[in-house]
């Protein structure tokens, strides 16, 4: 079946990407068409600006459309923010049976159950994940079929969010004259083009540091275990370092570039660096130490609220694959060696390998969302076929 | 496990200065005294475990047991790795009796931290903290005086000593001997309140109004002294009116109240506890509210040692009933110094802290807050440590 190219759009806090991509014979995603532009109306992941958002959006698809050669009037869409939380939902059946032994009907029946999450009025959900059975008292099965047992469970994780959050989003696409197919979160997209299959296996957590967010899942034993977002991201960094030393944001971002740290740099001791004169601004010295003590202060926090959300969910003992940190943060210097000393884990900068076409762009780890967001479109393509695009049945993509 | 150990009280040492105080009172108080010692310098650790001390390592995996270099920010981040590892020491324990010293980078940087944990969790804590001597240094001094009010705003009584106070008492001695000695003096000291405490006497400090003395005291002045032979109560009241830690005695004729322990051997006369209470009157404000407490002992036959807390931001409103016949009759076991309810809030009212509204938060003023353990999370991280920065 050839699939037509996708367009996966993320509006981020600190940019909007725009990939296209294809997909070959053998499943493999190759990103064709790469657009970006700064995103303005736009705080902690979530709209609040429409206008200033589409001017971004408009500006992405032109730019990927023209890269890849294609004319863009569909889109998936990747959502973030704070307000995305997850439930697990347990799902149970009895073995009615004679002999006892699980068929196959039993397990679309339990599938069923687990999936009927009972959330809030307001929420919306994006993704159920069907995680493991449990068969009598005996957890983690991945298949029953054919197993002897009087009660299955099945839990399912269900990724919901606000609707009007999402909405907006969407209607922020559609003011730019496209049309939203899906919706997926930003943390589950960019799970699927950093994550290797024995990551999976070992147990993970990958953290996309974006720049109004902190997105995070966790793999244990192959099944996604641990899944949220946090409202803290690059943006705050930025905004620490402007209010510490009385800077504009935008030189705060320019210092945060060029020598930020997450680590303080013992060497850094007594080094100035030199903020350059600027029309109403003077020139400005500022302490190498100060500054890293602001980001590392930040980052320390951030990695410490995460490591007590995963602590809460009970994953922190099972990450023997340890930390992947993705996203334009992952960048940032010694965020890796930060990280490990906060999780105890070890800890490396996840590029989205999962996806080609992306090795001649500038820090690809900042693409992964995007990325994945393509290659979830490729793998939801037949469940979401041509009638109905914003149906969502996304079962068990992540199992194996 | 001895009657110390099942009274819910800890003596912990945080940080070098702290450990080996903490040593040195367990030293002189005797093997029941239940008490631990934290630090991120594993030699420290080794010197104080040898002591007998149990010794728990900070920041294992972020300084690999080499000690913070002076680094209060390392210090705090060490307590916060490894303030899980506190917790199995903690069973049982009410009251914490903290001893660190100030300036450094453990004992300034974690003190905050471990307190701020057990007040939590809702114990009692006293710290005991000494500030540097003059000559260790202008910046040593600031950061002493940087950390302090972190202390002070969950610890339920603090206890500042400044070693400089203790220079007279450490005498002619070299200098490099003078911390040493000074610390031995401070834990002399508290192991005389812990005395006090623990072994009440004929005429006894009861714990409960110790406890209301203290916590709402805030602020204590804290000095000793001690005396023998012939005239040995006025020996003992004029050395602790000349006792430094006291101002000179500045600290007790400004003092609105004053909390007294005299220790004795059993040759204590009655005449002499009028003798010390009337000359202590006279040096104190008239409306100054005593109270005083006796320990009898056979190990200071023919001595006499007064230890004396003294608040001069007590209030009368502080004061508290007196007590019941039916209690006095009872051994008040030593927790019960510094009750408190678990969770209550034991804030003194001192000490005013920053608020950040709109303008602390910059470009997210506008938008929903995140929140995070009742704390805003987009108000910079190093305004809510309280982090100064170098400039």
């Known amino acids: ?400 | 496990m001895s009657q110390e150990q099942q009274s819910g009280l800890l003596l912990l040492g945080v940080g070098g200065g702290g450990c080996r105080l903490a040593a040195s009172v367990l030293a002189s108080y005797g093997d029941g005294l239940r008490a631990l010692g934290v630090d991120t310098d594993a030699l420290s650790n080794r010197a104080a475990s040898a002591g007998g001390m149990t010794c728990l390592l900070l920041g294992g995996s972020r300084l690999a047991g080499h000690g913070t270099g002076g680094d209060a920010i390392q210090g705090r981040l060490a307590a916060q790795d490894d303030m899980q590892n506190l917790l199995p020491h903690l069973q049982g324990v009410r009251t914490v009796v903290l001893t660190a010293c100030l300036g450094a980078g453990t004992g300034g940087g974690a003190t905050p931290e471990i307190v701020k944990a057990l007040h939590d969790m809702g114990i009692a804590t006293v710290c005991f903290v000494t500030r540097p001597f003059a000559f260790e240094g202008e910046s040593r001094r600031k950061a002493a005086e940087r950390v302090l009010p972190m202390i002070e705003e969950n610890a339920d009584s603090l206890v500042t000593v400044a070693l400089d106070d203790l220079f007279s008492d450490a005498g002619e001695g070299v200098l490099t001997d003078a911390i040493r000695v000074a610390e031995g003096l401070v834990a002399a000291g508290i192991t005389l309140l812990w005395r006090l405490l623990s072994r009440p006497g004929f005429i006894r400090l009861d714990a409960e109004r110790l406890h209301t003395v203290v916590l709402k005291g805030g602020n204590a002045r804290f000095g000793f002294s001690s005396a023998e032979g012939p005239g040995r109560a006025a020996q003992a009241v004029a050395a602790l009116r000349a006792c430094r830690l006291l101002r000179s005695g500045d600290a007790l004729s400004k003092a609105n109240a004053l909390l007294l322990g005299i220790l004795a051997g059993q040759d204590l006369r009655l005449a002499e506890v009028g003798e010390i209470m009337g000359k202590l009157r006279d040096v104190c404000k008239s409306d100054c509210h005593i109270e005083m407490g006796t320990v009898i002992d056979a190990q200071f036959d023919g001595r006499i040692e007064l230890v004396a807390l003294a608040f001069e931001s007590w209030t009368a409103a502080a004061q508290v009933e007196p007590r019941k016949e039916a209690q006095l009759s009872q051994e008040p076991p030593v927790a019960e110094a510094f009750p408190i309810q678990p969770g209550s809030k034991r804030g003194r009212g001192k000490g005013s802290k920053l608020s950040f509204g709109a303008t602390g938060r910059g470009k997210f003023r506008d938008v929903e807050p995140t929140l995070f353990g009742g704390q805003d999370l987009d108000v910079p991280t190093f305004i809510r440590r309280g982090i100064t920065l170098e400039r």
């Open chain 1, 1 to 400: 079946m050839a699939i037509p190219p996708i367009a996966a759009l993320e509006i981020g806090t600190s940019r909007t990407v725009m990939c296209v991509g294809e997909s070959d014979e053998s499943g493999r995603v190759k990103i064709t068409g790469v657009g970006t532009y700064p995103t303005t109306g736009v705080r902690k992941g979530q709209i609040t600006d429409l206008s200033q958002a589409r001017v971004g959006v408009e500006s992405a698809a032109k730019q990927a459309e023209k890269q890849a050669d294609v004319s863009i009037w569909q889109v998936l869409l990747a959502t973030s923010g704070g307000h995305i939380q997850a439930a697990v939902n347990p799902g149970m059946v009895t073995i009615r049976s004679g002999d006892r032994v699980v068929s196959r009907e039993d397990i679309e029946e339990v599938t069923e159950n687990a999936q009927a999450v009972q959330i809030e009025a307001d929420r919306q959900v994006l993704h159920t994940i069907t995680q493991s059975f449990t068969v009598d008292d005996q957890p983690g099965i991945v298949k029953p079929e054919g197993m002897r047992c009087k009660v299955l469970t099945l839990n399912a994780m269900a990724v919901h969010g606000l609707k009007n959050r999402i909405d907006n989003a969407v209607n922020v696409v559609k003011s730019a004259q496209l049309d939203v197919t899906d919706v997926a979160f930003s943390g589950i997209c960019a799970a699927l083009a950093v994550l290797t299959p024995e990551q999976k296996r070992n147990g993970v957590v990958l953290v996309d540091l974006g720049g109004g967010t902190t997105n995070y899942i966790a793999y244990c034993n192959n099944v996604i275990s641990a899944v949220g977002c946090i409202a803290v991201g690059g943006d705050h960094v930025t905004n620490d370092i402007a209010l510490a030393f009385n800077i504009p944001l935008n030189r705060a971002e320019e210092i945060k570039r060029a020598e930020a740290s997450a680590v303080i740099d013992p060497e850094s001791g007594g080094r100035r660096v030199t903020l350059q004169a600027d029309v109403g601004f003077e020139e400005r010295l500022i302490s190498c130490k100060a500054l890293h003590t602001v980001v590392n202060a930040r980052l320390d926090e951030t990695f410490r609220v995460l490591r007590s959300k995963l602590d809460e969910a009970g994953v922190l003992p099972h990450l023997g694959g340890g930390v992947i940190l993705t996203g334009g943060g992952a960048y940032l210097r010694k965020v890796t060696d930060l990280a490990q000393r906060v999780f105890g884990l070890p800890c490396r900068i996840g590029l989205p390998i999962n996806v080609d076409g992306l090795d001649t762009v500038e820090q690809p780890a900042a693409f992964s969302t995007a990325a994945g967001l393509a290659l979830y479109g490729r793998l939801t393509y037949a469940d979401r076929g041509i009638f109905s695009p914003l149906k969502n049945l996304f079962k068990g993509v992540f199992h194996r």
